[in-house]
């Protein structure tokens, strides 16, 4: 077996690839609902998908590589928020037509989740995003199972707030036993 530069075989290499065929629509949707800037979301998922190839061959191993990569995307999400300055946006300077139908209910809910801080955003993401669960939340974010359900509770109250009419579309309460 012929061995790659980086002591990857090139059956690695077509299981990465398969894999990253796979996994990436639904990474780039959750790296969207953290950021709401596509192009920002698909640099995460590169990202991501970098650290990742990294360890392949242990990644390849696991009983849940999608999981692990969606850990990997939050992580560089909140890296990425650490280290960032805030800058105009070019998106914020182009003049959109307003849509007046489901887009609208997305986008409002998308600009609340912007405005959250982005530890509760990817909090409240992995709980009521991806249906995780508070130690499945806590353990992606290292963080304890205690601080998930006060930030998903924080979360939800800012987002309420936040959405006037649209809050009836979030849960009513915080279940903190899944």
């Known amino acids: 077996m012929r061995s790659l530069r980086n002591g990857t075989s090139p059956e690695h290499h077509e299981e990465f690839r398969a894999f990253v065929t796979g996994s990436q629509g639904h990474l780039r949707r959750s790296a969207y609902v953290l950021c709401g800037d596509w192009h920002l979301a698909e640099d995460l998922v590169q990202n991501a998908y970098q650290r ?10 696991m009983d849940l590589p999608d999981a692990y990569a969606r850990r990997v995307v939050y992580r560089c999400f909140l890296d990425s928020r650490k280290w960032r300055r805030e800058a105009a946006s070019l998106e914020a300077l182009v003049d959109r037509p307003a849509v007046q139908d489901d887009a609208a209910v997305r986008l409002t809910i998308l600009a609340a989740l912007a405005e959250l801080a982005p530890r509760t955003r990817a909090v409240v993401a992995l709980r009521y995003w991806e249906d995780q669960s508070v130690e499945q939340t806590a ?20 987002l309420r707030e936040r959405l006037g009419d649209f809050a009836a579309l979030l849960p009513d309460s915080v279940d903190t036993t899944r």
Do not use: Y
Request: charged share 20%; no cysteine; aromatic share 6%.
């Open 52 to 61: 990742i190839f990294r360890l392949w061959h242990r990644v390849r191993l």
């Open 139 to 158: 353990e992606a974010l290292s963080i304890s199972t205690g601080t998930v359900k006060s930030m998903s509770a924080r979360g939800l109250a800012q």
